[in-house]
């Protein structure tokens, strides 16, 4: 089995719980709006990365950083973008199980003619009521399955 931990939105701010959330994780998938190459950096640390470009990553650090990526693990085709509306004029390539995007800050897991689709949420600087959250997604012979997890900040001193 492998386990990549899917993160989104960090918007420069990688939180100790996101990271060890991650630790133990074979791939780390980002979905966007990273803030910083030390995030990237941080992440890879722990285990390979696959990043996307977000609408906010805009300084020359992200200019090689990709807006869609694809990648195959254990037989399942994952796609990789940040804002998942992006399908609509450019569909996912034939073959692809997962979708990981992120954008809105929304954490969703669901399932849709054959396709999951993943939002992380958002792991960094609180926006509005919506929880502080990440994923895992579990690929094993062929199949994936994914589960949102709430991240509890720790308060500050």
């Not at 719980?17 to 630790?23: D, K, N, S, V, Y």
């Not at 640390?45 to 990553?57: H, K, L």
């Not at 805009?58 to 990789?80: F, H, Y």
Request: net charge neutral; glycine share 10%; aromatic share 2%.
């Amino acid at each position: 089995m492998q386990r990549i931990g899917l993160i989104s939105d960090t918007h420069g701010l990688l939180r100790p719980e996101a990271l060890a959330f991650l630790q133990g994780c074979d791939h780390i998938v980002h979905g966007g709006d990273i803030g910083s190459q030390r995030i990237l950096d941080d992440l890879a640390a722990i285990a390979p990365v696959t990043a996307v470009r977000g609408n906010n990553d805009i300084a020359d650090w992200a200019r090689d950083i990709p807006d869609r990526r694809s990648l195959r693990v254990d037989g399942v085709r994952i796609l990789v973008l940040h804002d998942v509306h992006e399908l609509r004029d450019n569909p996912a390539p034939r073959g692809t199980r997962v979708v990981v995007s992120g954008h809105s800050h929304k954490p969703l897991v669901q399932e849709e003619e054959g396709i999951l689709y993943v939002n992380p949420g958002s792991a960094g600087p609180r926006r509005f009521t919506l929880p502080i959250s990440v994923a895992l997604l579990e690929v094993r012979d062929g199949k994936a399955a994914a589960k949102l997890v709430t991240l509890q900040p720790t308060p500050k001193g």
